[in-house]
């Protein structure tokens, strides 16, 4: 019968099971040759043997999971029985949780206990890095006419903010006076009484 054997799945095999592989696998080649009955039932025969050194491994498994609990549950009393049924548990083909990685790392002073966990425990995640945004000198004059490309026709010019008060506007200028404003022109005099111009008026 066929044995579990390493952490992966594997399985052992003896002479006579490696040869009916070898005869299945012939037969799965080469189609047409001629298959006798003697063959289908070994083929047949191993392939249960499969399924059922499958299952020995998985209660296997199972038992040793089970036992690794108690030990954990009674740690750090029992950590020598913990770090050999985990190792043992690990041939099995089980794979560390999150309480044999909680407890590897309460034990970490231990070194057995240190390399398991350096082996088992996930790697920290790296944020990927962020562009950095470089300051212009100058503000957005420094950028040229990006605010005319844009067509926002704001250059130079604030934007307002909702709720903001309205900046006050600032009074007009008063226009400069002309010339007939700053020298007005003068009315003739009246003339004098008994003058030329007076008599000539009468």
Do not use: I
Request: glycine content about 10%.
């Amino acid at each position: 019968m066929p044995t579990p054997y390493g952490s992966r799945g594997g399985m052992a095999f003896g002479a006579q099971e490696l040869h009916v592989l070898r005869r299945a696998l012939a037969l799965a080649l080469n189609p047409s040759s001629p298959v006798q009955a003697q063959d289908v039932r070994d083929c047949l025969h191993l392939a249960e043997s499969l399924d059922e050194a499958s299952r020995e491994s998985a209660r296997l498994r199972a038992f040793l999971v089970a036992d690794l609990a108690r030990y954990r549950a009674a740690l750090p009393g029992s950590v020598t029985g913990y770090l050999a049924l985990l190792r043992e548990a690990l041939e099995a083909g089980h794979r560390p949780g999150a309480d044999d990685l909680a407890a590897l790392g309460a034990l970490r002073g231990n070194p057995e206990a240190a390399a398991l966990l350096a082996r088992w425990a996930p790697a920290p995640t790296v944020p990927a890095a962020r562009t950095h945004l470089h300051a212009l000198p100058g503000g957005r004059a420094a950028s040229g006419d990006d605010g005319d490309e844009d067509g926002d026709g704001d250059k130079g010019k604030e934007r307002e903010r909702p709720g903001a008060r309205p900046a006050q506007r600032p009074a007009p200028k008063r226009p400069v006076p002309t010339p007939g404003e700053v020298f007005p022109r003068r009315r003739p005099a009246p003339p004098a009484p008994g003058s030329r111009h007076h008599l000539a008026a009468g």
